[in-house]
């Protein structure tokens, strides 16, 4: 008998597995259905979990939150202190969310940890923020960010509010491995509700407090208060119980909200994908501020800690700003705001992620700004704010990576939907007062440093084997690096896997100088560049064209060129 159909018959014949489970499980008539759910665990990382909703070892259910919260709450208990500091639980929107919180706290109280509970659903970044506020050693919230209706996750940060260190990842994950998914795991009757705090709306306050202080210029939403209007949605998400507060608190008096997308529901009935990185999802959002004479519509995805915006253009049509081009305009108004009231701080600096366009170190370079380049994912990020705080050197003005991730501020280390949303619109009352949308603030930037354009796409990896096929084709990747990409002559070929930077135009290898990560970088000798890399969230792997040019058409054409050569290199 296979492992897998032991750990399926196990399941149905274990008593403690509901029979709602079970009855699922009998349902289960494909083998490779059966293989997908039962032939192996989630792979626990610093990003946690995720994955489809369902039954088994490899899904997002009850049991399998309940074996990660046992592992981490050993990781907890081996730690000074750490039992008494606790744990901050939160979760957003999607089907089952607030059900897995309960379970965690569960887990956590029966191993003697004290839990701090949120009573409903919450942006990502107030989890982080949470940590910090309370004092607490560990945090989880329970999200998939921005992945389809069928999937759900299991985010764990650290003291310093982070996303949990690798070494502590690793610790989890063995954990994870040495405990009995049920023999080992307190059942709900073993919880000690005397431990579970369930939050007040106190830490909300807290929150908002905190988000506010970031604004650059408080004068500016207030000032266009009267003439300016913009459309929020939160794709049915938690932005609903923070992003309308806090504008409003700026001063914002004509906000309008998409209705039919302001309830929380997992389900996202409104929309197919809830990613305001698609412009799909700013269809209702669109009606709306035609209806009402909007020149900007916001969107945030069901867990707030990513943030997509339209504006419009010269001939009165929305488009969509990219995360890319939303980081550099965000980064030239903060600099350029705090230059004009001369507030600008010492040892200012900004972070972006290797995959974030280049656009933003021209803009860091004309404020004298230090940019930190880092992996992907915004733990990193936070890293680097430790990192200053702990040797008390620095100014951190922004962190940002292309996937619409933003984050002003210390209070939180995670990319932050709702003070990014503040920003935007503080941003655009800002040009408002100059008569200029976002878009023109866009082609003044591409004006002033050049233009760019990014291109991204994801070659998709599914199936049982979808883990074995993403290694092979980095492996072949790896072992044949190309001397060139469309015809463009590669001047730096980077492997983060091997530590290795390979100049070809000198032959001399150096070291990346960032910690081990399976990515590939393709730097072209007119600077055009290709990153490729494995998703850490999703089976895919995700390729990144950032390209340039001294105008527009010339960036786009580059962009093509990289595009169809990196696509050549994968075929």
């Known amino acids: 008998?296979?492992?897998?159909?032991?750990?399926?018959?196990?399941?149905?014949?274990?008593?403690?597995?509901?029979?709602?489970?079970?009855?699922?499980?009998?349902?289960?008539?494909?083998?490779?259905?059966?293989?997908?759910?039962?032939?192996?665990?989630?792979?626990?990382?610093?990003?946690?979990?995720?994955?489809?909703?369902?039954?088994?070892?490899?899904?997002?259910?009850?049991?399998?939150?309940?074996?990660?919260?046992?592992?981490?709450?050993?990781?907890?208990?081996?730690?000074?202190?750490?039992?008494?500091?606790?744990?901050?639980?939160?979760?957003?929107?999607?089907?089952?969310?607030?059900?897995?919180?309960?379970?965690?706290?569960?887990?956590?109280?029966?191993?003697?940890?004290?839990?701090?509970?949120?009573?409903?659903?919450?942006?990502?970044?107030?989890?982080?923020?949470?940590m910090r506020e309370l004092g607490?050693?560990?945090?989880?919230?329970?999200?998939?960010?921005?992945?389809?209706?069928?999937?759900?996750?299991y985010k764990v940060y650290w003291e310093d509010g982070g996303q949990l260190p690798p070494d502590h990842a690793d610790t989890v994950a063995a954990e994870i491995a040495r405990v009995d998914i049920f023999r080992d795991v307190p059942t709900p009757d073993k919880a000690d509700s005397s431990l579970i705090t369930v939050t007040d709306g106190k830490l909300d306050d807290a929150y908002v407090r905190r988000v506010l202080a970031e604004a650059v210029n408080p004068d500016a939403i207030p000032a266009v208060a009267d003439e300016m209007a913009i459309v929020y949605t939160p794709l049915h998400g938690a932005g609903a119980t923070m992003v309308p507060r806090v504008l409003k608190e700026a001063g914002l008096k004509k906000l309008y909200t998409v209705d039919?997308?302001?309830?929380?529901?997992?389900?996202?009935?409104?929309?197919?994908?809830?990613?305001?990185?698609?412009?799909?999802?700013?269809?209702?959002?669109?009606?709306?501020?035609?209806?009402?004479?909007?020149?900007?519509?916001?969107?945030?995805?069901?867990?707030?800690?990513?943030?997509?915006?339209?504006?419009?253009?010269?001939?009165?049509?929305?488009?969509?700003?990219?995360?890319?081009?939303?980081?550099?305009?965000?980064?030239e108004?903060?600099?350029?705001?705090?230059?004009?009231?001369?507030?600008?701080?010492?040892?200012?600096?900004?972070?972006?992620?290797?995959?974030?366009?280049?656009?933003?170190?021209?803009?860091?370079?004309?404020?004298?700004?230090?940019?930190?380049?880092?992996?992907?994912?915004?733990?990193?990020?936070?890293?680097?704010?430790?990192?200053?705080?702990?040797?008390?050197?620095?100014?951190?003005?922004?962190?940002?990576?292309?996937?619409?991730?933003?984050?002003?501020?210390?209070y939180a280390r995670d990319k932050d939907a709702v003070v990014a949303s503040l920003l935007i619109c503080e941003m655009a009352a800002y040009y408002k007062t100059r008569g200029m949308t976002l878009i023109d603030a866009l082609d003044e930037l591409f004006e002033k440093y050049g233009c760019f354009r990014e291109n991204v796409f994801s070659i998709a990896m599914t199936g049982v084997d979808g883990t074995a096929k993403m290694a092979a084709l980095m492996q072949g990747l790896r072992a044949n690096p190309p001397a060139e990409m469309g015809g463009k002559k590669l001047a730096v070929f980077k492997d983060y896997k091997t530590e290795t930077v390979l100049d070809l135009r000198t032959g001399e290898k150096t070291g990346t100088g960032l910690p081990v990560s399976d990515v590939l970088y393709y730097l072209c000798e007119d600077d055009n560049l290709v990153v490729v890399r494995p998703s850490g969230t999703e089976p895919k792997v995700k390729v990144y064209v950032l390209a340039n040019g001294a105008d527009m058409d010339t960036a786009e054409k580059n962009a093509e060129i990289c595009t169809a050569g990196i696509k050549k290199l994968l075929a």
């Not at 009935?269 to 209702?284: D, I, Q, R, V, Y």
């Not at 040892?347 to 380049?373: D, G």
């Open 333 to 410: 108004y903060i600099c350029t705001a705090y230059e004009n009231t001369g507030k600008m701080p010492a040892e200012p600096y900004a972070v972006k992620t290797i995959v974030t366009s280049e656009l933003s170190a021209r803009v860091c370079a004309a404020h004298h700004v230090t940019l930190y380049n880092v992996l992907t994912g915004f733990k990193f990020i936070g890293e680097v704010i430790k990192k200053h705080e702990e040797e008390g050197h620095g100014t951190f003005l922004l962190g940002f990576e292309e996937s619409y991730g933003y984050l002003k501020g210390t």
């Open 1 to 130: 008998m296979t492992d897998y159909q032991k750990n399926y018959e196990r399941w149905l014949a274990e008593e403690s597995v509901d029979e709602a489970t079970k009855a699922e499980l009998c349902a289960v008539t494909d083998e490779d259905d059966k293989k997908m759910r039962f032939g192996g665990y989630m792979s626990f990382g610093t990003a946690g979990l995720r994955s489809v909703m369902g039954a088994g070892t490899a899904y997002m259910n009850l049991y399998t939150v309940a074996h990660a919260t046992e592992g981490l709450a050993r990781l907890i208990l081996k730690t000074p202190g750490g039992k008494e500091r606790g744990t901050a639980i939160c979760y957003d929107s999607r089907n089952n969310s607030s059900s897995f919180a309960r379970r965690a706290a569960e887990v956590l109280s029966a191993n003697g940890i004290r839990v701090f509970l949120f009573p409903a659903l919450r942006p990502t970044p107030v989890v982080s923020f949470a």
């Open 136 to 153: 607490c050693i560990a945090g989880i919230n329970i999200t998939a960010s921005h992945n389809p209706a069928e999937y759900n996750g």
């Open 260 to 331: 039919e997308q302001m309830e929380p529901d997992g389900n996202f009935p409104t929309l197919k994908f809830p990613n305001p990185e698609f412009p799909e999802a700013f269809a209702l959002g669109r009606q709306l501020a035609e209806k009402v004479g909007s020149d900007l519509i916001i969107a945030t995805d069901p867990d707030a800690d990513r943030v997509g915006a339209m504006a419009k253009d010269k001939n009165g049509e929305f488009r969509c700003i990219t995360g890319n081009q939303m980081g550099a305009l965000l980064l």
